[in-house]
Every structure is written in structure tokens, then in C-alpha cells.
């Protein structure tokens, strides 16, 4: 193998479609992927690619600074892709503490882990991924710019923040070789059904009602997840030292048009009566603290670097729609807990 990339999270929703991504399109470099497979990791979400050669899942915990230190000795990593984290707003707000300990300290972890073990940093990378809700809330117009200041509301934007912080801290004091990229909303395959579109998917399929916060007039810059594993590929590969990308799909919808056409979308696939998923639509009580509207200028990854999103809108919607539907066994297992079973059967003695 030429050489090896650590990625962290990569049974989780995006690192499954970066962890697919790389071990398909380079065949010689080891991609090891370390998960702790929390509620949100899931292996099944790998399955076709676990028996290839250049790939290597080991179940741990970023916030163990030991095992860290044992891993790098272990694999000599030559990169890392960090994605391991509590990703989910609702949590964040029930139960900040897990999202300082694996997002802050687990994040500080491996940047101490690559530190004390990359002797020199040359060839090197520590590629941090975020989030575009470290800025706070836009009002009707603008775009979040690398240059928007944090101002980050929730728990979960406020410890992706201070993670954010601390990479270019290293970058800053110890030189090491950083990159990082700020997100909007991704969907697609494989996202845990306690965000929007697949709880809401989920919900439609078995006739449940469809909570939507507030007026429902809340706004998203929505991504497609393959072209989100693509930007993360190129700014890995490309990006300058020590810069910030920030990318998005250019693809805005109010939560609740969205929701109006996923329901449209549902009553075609499910053969239902025009309208009668929308009747589903129950507005209850908005979250806390709930930001406004999220919106990418992602000219800079554009320009720079060549990247283009490629799924927009009702085609994505669909894509979305058709995927779960047609995955109805992976969602059973997820909301039932079953897969967590599989890892048990598939790794217990290895
Ligand atoms: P996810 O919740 O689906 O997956 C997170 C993964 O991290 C899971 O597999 C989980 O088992 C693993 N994990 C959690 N705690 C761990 C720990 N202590 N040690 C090791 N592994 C651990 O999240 P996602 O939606 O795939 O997001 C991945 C990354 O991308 C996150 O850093 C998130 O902040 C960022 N991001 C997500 C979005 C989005 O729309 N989902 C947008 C922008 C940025
Ligand atoms: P979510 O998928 O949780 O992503 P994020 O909070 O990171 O943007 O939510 C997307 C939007 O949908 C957000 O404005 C909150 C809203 N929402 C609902 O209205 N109802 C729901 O049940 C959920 C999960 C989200």
C-alpha cells in the first residue's frame, strides 16, 4: 500500500459515502476507519466494501487518548480525515455533555494523537470536517462565507466550533499540516432517521404524523451526500494548508416546501391519493433556539478547486425517497436496533 488514511465516523451517514468513495477509487492505499458505532454507526452501511483489502474497521473511541496513541503506532498513519462525532441538534439540546466529550475532547485527542506521533510533518494532513452551522443564523438574504464569523447557537454548533477552533490553534502553534471544511444540510442513503427527511420518509411509509417545528419556515441549504464524499475527497487531496472550504448544494428550501414536495414525491412512489401524505403535516412546538436560515457561498471550493455539485432539488428528493423505500430492511434494523446484533455476529471473535 502507498499509504494510509485514518478516517474517523466512517459507519456513520457522510464517512460510509467517504469511506466507499476512497476504498473504491484508490486501490493502494489502506483506508482504516475507526468508529465507536454509537446509535448512529452502523456497519451494515458497509457491507459491500468490509471484505476488500485496503480496508480495515476498528471499533474504538476518539475520546480514549491511549487507544489513540496505540492506533498510530499501530497503522503510521500518513493522513486523517476526522468525522467521528454527535451530529444531531434535538440531542445536543437533551444532553449537551456527550457532544463536549466526543466533538471537543475527542477531536483534541487526535489532534495530540497526530502531533506526538508524525515525528516530522511533511506529507502529512488533518482534515477536520464541520459544519456551516458554527455561523450562527443568516436573516432572508446573505450566504455564509469563509469569512462569516462563528457564532455558533446550539450545543452541537457550539462544540463543532470549538473543534474547529482548536485544528487551526495547531495549525498556528505547532504548524501542523490542517484542513478544514464548514457543511450545509447533507441527505441521501444511509442517514440515521432522526433527521428530517428519512424520520420524515419513515413516518409517511407507515401512515405517522409528520412533526414539523414552528411555522415550519425555517431554511436549508440541502446537499446531496455523494457530492459532499466527492468535496472532501478533492479538498483532502488539494486543499491549501491551514484554509477553510466551505461547500454547499445551492439548493435552499423552506422546511416546510420541502416537506410539501417530499409528500408529493411519497404519494407517487406509495401509490396513494394526491395529497393524502400532506395530511400527515402536524405543526408542534419549535426547538429551542432554533436557527433561522442556513445558506452556502461555496465559490471558493468552486473556483479553486473544480468542484461542482451535480444532484439539485426534486431529483434528489426522490432519489432520497426511492433509496429508503427500497431499503425498507436497513431502516427496520436501525429504528429496532438489530444491526448492532450484526456487529456482535461479524466481529466478536475477531
Ligand atoms: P453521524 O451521526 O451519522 O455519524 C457519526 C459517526 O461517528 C457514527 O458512525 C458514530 O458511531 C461515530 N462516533 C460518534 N462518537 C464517536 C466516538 N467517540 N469515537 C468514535 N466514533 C464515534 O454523523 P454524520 O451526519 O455522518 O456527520 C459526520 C460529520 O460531518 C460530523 O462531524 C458532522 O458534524 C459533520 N457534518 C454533518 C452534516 C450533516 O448534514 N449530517 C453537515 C455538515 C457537517
Ligand atoms: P435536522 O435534520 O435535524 O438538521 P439541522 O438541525 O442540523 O439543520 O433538521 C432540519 C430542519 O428540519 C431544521 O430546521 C429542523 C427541522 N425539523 C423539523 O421541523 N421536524 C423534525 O422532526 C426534525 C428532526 C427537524
Redesign the pocket.
Known sequence: MNNTILITGGAGFIGSHLVRLMVNKYPDTHIVNLDLLTYAGNLANLSDIEDRPNYTFVRGDIVDSDFLDGLFKQYKFDGVIHLAAE????RSIEDPIAFIKTNIIGTMNLLLAARNNWSDFSGKRFYHVS?D?VYGTLGETGLFTEETSYDPR?P?SASKASSDHLVRAFYHTYDMPVVISNCS?NYGPYQFP????P??INNIKNNKA?????D?K???DWLWVGDHATAIDLIYHKGRLGETYNIGGNNEWK?IDL?QNLCKVMDELLDREPGSSAELITY?KD?AG??RR?AIDASKLMNELGWEPTVFAEEGLKKTAEWYLANEEWMENVTSGAYKEYYEAMYADR
Do not use: A, C, Q, W
Open positions: 451530529s444531531h441538534v434535538d459544519t452551522e446550539s452541537y444540510n432522526e433527521k428530517l427527511l424520520l420524515f409528520l412533526p414539523v417545528y414552528g415550519g425555517y431554511t436549508r422546511n416537506i408542534v426547538r432554533h436557527d442556513y
